[in-house]
């Protein structure tokens, strides 16, 4: 989000359309699915009034819109199906919170669809559920979830074409929390090898990535979280658009979320547990260093003090006429470095 949107964000009254995300000039492309359990009908459109003409009636559609920057778009579809313009705004908002809404005639999930490549990146992602009628909203980027609810339609495999528009909405949710596990998945394996490379050989690179790995996990955690919301308010709404033969489907989301959520704070623990390694191992590197300078000047101390008094200019002092004094000093001196040597390395301190 540029510096020109947040300042059109900060004082806009509720439900004035503005788009907040990444400056975008490519066409939005419209797919619309029609289908019942013998009939599919699958049209791309990059027009929106082409795409109401094409709807058939007696027939669950799935309106999906890859793209939420043209606001004209997003609100002719709004005044078509009646969509509150708080919806609306939340549609075209992508840093609004993942949420359930509960209106009149239709409800509104919103989520982030997630994707990998050299980090986890977000899209932020919208789901209407009407009476017959799915809409969703989307940016498009690297990532799509629903590849897998569309193949399902088109060879009829599943429940999906058996079943009405509030199974197709669970669907696409669920297409979606699948996404999450193998992102999850996906930095767990980093988070292994940066733990193996740690505990052997740890070096300055690693904790960088271990940073970078735990700004990630609260990324993640972030997204996911108010999800278990989004789905706890989902199953409890008394709305006459999600049939009670949905539920159990709903309670298993639960509990996928409920899972991805432990494994993020096995993750973080772990990550702790890694810092707490890296940390370690420095301390001990430093601390084998400096017992190594330690003693080595513990040695050279005596023999320093011989060296001195030895170099005084007395008159009378001793061995100082002895043509053998200078190799009697050397002997003294190594005598004395060897013995603390030997006794130091009987100590363990060396």
Known sequence: MNQKQQKHNVGAPPGELYYI?????DKVKITLIQYNENDFFENNFYDLSECLAAIKPHLIKWINVEGIHKLELIEKLGKHYNIHPLTLEDIVHTESRPKFEDYDHYVISIMKM???????????????????????FQEPSGGDAFDIVRNRLRQCKGRVRKMQADYLAYALMDAVVDCYFKILERVGEHIEQLDE??????QGEALVRLHDLKREMIFLRRQM???????????????????????????????????????????????????????SNNSL????????????????????FIVGVYGM????????????AYWIVWAIMLIVMAGMAIFFKRKNWW
């Open 285 to 304: 590197k430093m601390n084998e260093a400096m017992k190594a300078l330690t003693v080595i000047s513990s040695i050279f101390i005596p023999v320093t």
């Open 114 to 136: 997630l994707y990998h490549d050299d980090a986890v990146h977000s899209e932020h992602l919208s789901i209407l559920l009407f009476s017959d009628t799915v809409i969703s």
């Open 225 to 279: 979280w108010p999800v278990r919301e989004l789905i706890t308010n989902m199953a409890r709404s008394e709305t006459e658009l999600i049939r009670d033969v949905n539920d159990a489907y709903l309670r298993d989301l639960q509990d996928h979320i409920s899972r991805l959520l432990d494994s993020i704070e096995g993750y973080r623990e772990m990550l702790s547990s890694i810092m707490e390694v890296y940390l």
């Open 313 to 324: 200019n007395f008159k009378y002092m001793p061995e100082i006429n002895s043509p053998y």
């Open 21 to 25: 995300g990444k400056e975008r000039s």
């Open 197 to 202: 490379e740690i505990t052997e050989s740890p």
